[in-house]
């Protein structure tokens, strides 16, 4: 079943003599629980690819369809909305809440949503995530791995149709970044999560059931 079409699409910045081609016409589709790698060098237009995918930003032209959605045909707020609940991002610098533990981190999608925290699914999370003894601990209090694990439980909490996964291991050393690769196979393997991951290593990427590579924003 396919979970993700992307049709056409094209992001160029800029004008004139400053136009930069992103993205130029990416067709693809992705089905649902499928793990699919983007690679590519830096300024290729992943990073790009994957923003838009996410509605982080807009196309130029193109198609984005999440789940039979055109999520373009959306306004700004409604969105905002489709993100928070069908959309998990995950960041190669975390972009944790200082000042809430590892617990209230990965619930914060389900506060801002005005949604329950279901207790069981929240240890089943935290046991899944080898975090049930650090949920209480703030993120200066953790190591860089445990702070991505946390970021990927906030990702995987609100049950999104599927996960982005920006650099994941970018910022990570490389025993960090093979459990973080692991606990990513295994949330596509048990959870049954579909899971899009940008990554410039080759290695890491040959972990997925399918590579995309991305050249000076054209699928090569």
Do not use: W
């Not at 089905?31 to 790698?37: P, Q």
């Not at 619930?107 to 935290?126: C, F, I, S």
């Not at 909490?157 to 692991?182: F, H, M, R, Y």
């Amino acid at each position: 079943m396919e979970i993700l079409r992307v049709e056409n699409l094209t992001k160029i910045y800029g004008k004139d003599t400053t136009k930069v081609i992103a993205l130029d016409n990416v067709s693809f589709s992705v089905e649902k629980g499928e793990f699919v790698a983007i690679v590519g060098a830096s300024g290729s237009g992943k990073s790009t690819l994957l923003h838009l995918i996410g509605g982080v930003d807009r196309p130029t032209s193109g198609k984005v369809y999440i789940d039979g959605k055109d999520i373009f045909d959306f306004n700004d707020d409604k969105l905002a909305i489709f993100r928070r609940r069908q959309v998990g991002l995950i960041y190669q610098f975390y972009n944790l809440i200082p000042i809430l533990n590892v617990e209230e981190n990965i619930t914060l999608p389900l506060a801002l949503d005005n949604r329950k925290v279901d207790k069981q699914v929240l240890d089943e999370m935290l046991s899944l995530l080898g975090l049930q003894n650090r949920k209480t601990h703030l993120p200066n209090e953790l190591s860089g791995g445990q702070q991505q694990r946390t970021s990927i439980g906030r990702a995987l909490i609100t049950n999104p149709t599927i996960i982005l996964a920006d650099e994941p291991t970018g910022n990570l050393d490389s025993k960090s970044s093979d459990e973080i690769v692991a606990l990513l196979k295994k949330s596509n393997r048990e959870l049954k999560q579909t899971i899009i991951m940008i990554t410039h290593n080759m290695e890491i990427a040959k972990c997925a059931d399918r590579i995309i590579k991305i050249e000076d924003g054209k699928i090569a």
